[in-house]
Every structure is written in C-alpha cells, then in structure tokens.
C-alpha cells in the first residue's frame, strides 16, 4: 500500500502513539499516512512529523450521529492553529462525554453493570473526550466481569449508536463538521460512507460541500467500492482511502496494517500541498 489515510493514535480511541504508527507504515513500506483521531488534533500538536521520510498529512475524523447510524467526516490538509476548529473541538468532546455517561448511566439503571463513572474519568484523566470505548478498556483493567455478557458486546448493546439501546444525544451535524474543516483549510471527506445507511445523505452532504469519499474501507465490499468510485467520479470530487487502524481496539474486520489506502501515487488528494 502506498498511502494510508486512516489510522488512530493513543490520543483519542487507539493504542498505538504517533511515533508507533509511523514505525508500522515504515515497516510495511508505506509513504504517506494521515492520523485521523475522533475530535482531536493532539497528535500533530504534541509530535514533530518534519524529520521522518513518511510524509504525514494532518487531519482529524469529526464523529457525528444522525439518528442511529454514524456520519463521520475526515478532514485533510486541515490547519491545526485554527483558532475555530479548537472551539470546536472542545464542544463536541464534551457533548461526547456527557453521551457516554447517559449512555453508561442507561445501562446502569438497567442492571446490566455496577461500575463507578468517576473510575472511567480516573483511568482517562488525560483525554478530554470519554467515549463507549474508554468504559471498556476502564473494565479491562480492573478485570471487570459482566455476568453473561462480553465487555464489547456490553459496548455494541449500550455504547453504539446503531443499537436501539443507545440513547443519541450529541448536537453536532455532519454539515457543522464539513463548516469547520472548510473553515480550517480542510478538505472535507465522508468517511466509510456505508456507515450511513442511506446513500441519499452522502449525496446531499456532496451538494452541501463534500469534496470526497472515502471509497477504500475494511467494511466496504468490493459491490460498496465499485458503487463510491462511481459516485466519486460522476461528482469529480476526491477518492481516499485507510485502514480505520486503532492498535488493539482493531475491529474484527481489520485484519492487518495497511490493509485499505490507495495503491499509488496517482490520486489527486496526495498532492494537493
């Protein structure tokens, strides 16, 4: 793989830190990369990517829910010192949270556990956005056992949004994401656009101002890929492509580094600066 333009660091819900994840593209001969973290631009913040040889575009992937179906929108090429795109930031880390301890309180009061919010809080002192996945790896330390119950099925029952138990409450819509990285310079992405359910949306967020589609995904199906490169083509907007990497909180349907991008250098949305 030549590029992979989605992989998460240890600043919002991956494990690995920036320096890892630019070892693994150097060991699997990758030249560029893009650490698209949940709402949070920290890695580029915290780290020098100047005096590696793996070029690294800067980006963030904004979470936005519509009903019960996830809407992320990536963000390239986004300025970082944007004073807007911080504001922004800390308003939906914080929605996020308060969501997941609804959502935590919900499973609560339905028995499903007796664990202490303030423990999550305490293991996660660092990162200003608490999402479902930080409960679990909370439980995971103090070896919490759920009684007939998996700690990530506990996550996909209460946590995610496609679950009729979860309780949506976040306020930030997919055109508010594609506002901010239009305003910091950003080239707005819809990320995974399977996820939405309704190809409908992905065309109107293409008509509100998407410039691209995220075409090459672990859950996409050769069918999905053929179906956004088309739709990608017919609108002349930008094909991207990335693994959704996150260390060890991986999904099942992510089977190594690298395993989505783009293939060559060939794609315009490699050289665009």
Same mark, same amino acid.
């Given at each position: 793989?030549?590029?992979? +333009?989605?992989?998460? *660091?240890?600043?919002?819900?991956?494990?690995?830190?920036?320096?890892?994840?630019?070892?693994?593209?150097?060991?699997?001969?990758?030249?560029?990369?893009?650490?698209?973290?949940?709402?949070?631009?920290?890695?580029?913040? =915290?780290?020098?990517?100047?005096?590696?040889?793996?070029?690294?575009?800067?980006?963030?992937?904004?979470?936005?829910?519509?009903?019960?179906?996830?809407?992320?929108?990536?963000?390239?090429?986004? #300025?970082? =010192? *944007?004073?807007?795109?911080?504001?922004?930031?800390?308003?939906?880390?914080?929605?996020?949270?308060? #969501?997941?301890?609804? #959502?935590?309180?919900?499973?609560?009061?339905?028995?499903?556990?007796?664990?202490?919010?303030?423990?999550?809080?305490?293991?996660?002192?660092?990162?200003?956005?608490?999402?479902?996945?930080?409960?679990?790896? *909370?439980?995971?330390?103090?070896?919490?056992?759920?009684?007939?119950?998996?700690?990530?099925?506990?996550?996909?029952?209460?946590?995610?949004?496609?679950?009729?138990?979860?309780?949506?409450?976040?306020?930030?819509?997919?055109?508010?994401?594609?506002?901010?990285? *239009?305003?910091?310079?950003?080239?707005?992405?819809?990320?995974?656009?399977?996820?939405?359910?309704? =190809?409908?949306?992905?065309?109107?967020?293409?008509?509100?101002?998407?410039?691209? +589609?995220?075409?090459?995904?672990?859950?996409?199906?050769?069918?999905?890929?053929?179906?956004?490169?088309?739709?990608?083509?017919?609108?002349?907007?930008?094909?991207?492509?990335?693994?959704?990497?996150?260390?060890?909180?991986?999904?099942?349907?992510?089977?190594?580094?690298?395993?989505?991008?783009?293939?060559?250098?060939?794609?315009?949305?490699?050289?665009?600066?």
């Amino acid at each position: 793989m030549f590029a992979d +333009l989605h992989l998460h *660091s240890s600043f919002s819900d991956g494990t690995d830190t920036p320096n890892e994840l630019i070892e693994l593209a150097r060991n699997n001969r990758i030249k560029i990369i893009s650490i698209s973290d949940h709402d949070t631009i920290a890695a580029y913040n =915290d780290f020098d990517f100047s005096n590696t040889e793996i070029k690294v575009i800067p980006a963030i992937e904004i979470s936005t829910v519509l009903e019960h179906s996830y809407l992320h929108i990536l963000g390239y090429y986004i #300025n970082t =010192d *944007s004073y807007e795109l911080a504001k922004y930031i800390e308003r939906v880390s914080y929605e996020k949270t308060e #969501n997941t301890r609804i #959502n935590f309180e919900n499973a609560l009061y339905q028995g499903c556990f007796q664990y202490r919010w303030e423990r999550v809080l305490e293991l996660h002192k660092d990162q200003p956005r608490i999402s479902g996945v930080h409960v679990v790896k *909370s439980m995971e330390n103090d070896d919490y056992v759920i009684e007939g119950m998996r700690l990530w099925d506990m996550f996909h029952k209460y946590f995610w949004a496609e679950s009729p138990d979860f309780i949506p409450t976040e306020t930030a819509t997919a055109y508010d994401a594609i506002d901010i990285i *239009s305003k910091a310079n950003g080239v707005p992405i819809v990320a995974h656009p399977k996820s939405a359910g309704n =190809d409908l949306i992905i065309i109107d967020l293409i008509k509100y101002g998407v410039q691209g +589609l995220e075409v090459y995904h672990p859950i996409h199906t050769k069918i999905d890929i053929e179906k956004y490169l088309r739709l990608a083509e017919k609108n002349r907007i930008y094909v991207t492509g990335g693994t959704d990497w996150h260390g060890k909180n991986n999904g099942n349907e992510v089977t190594h580094f690298g395993m989505c991008g783009l293939e060559d250098a060939k794609y315009p949305i490699l050289s665009l600066h």
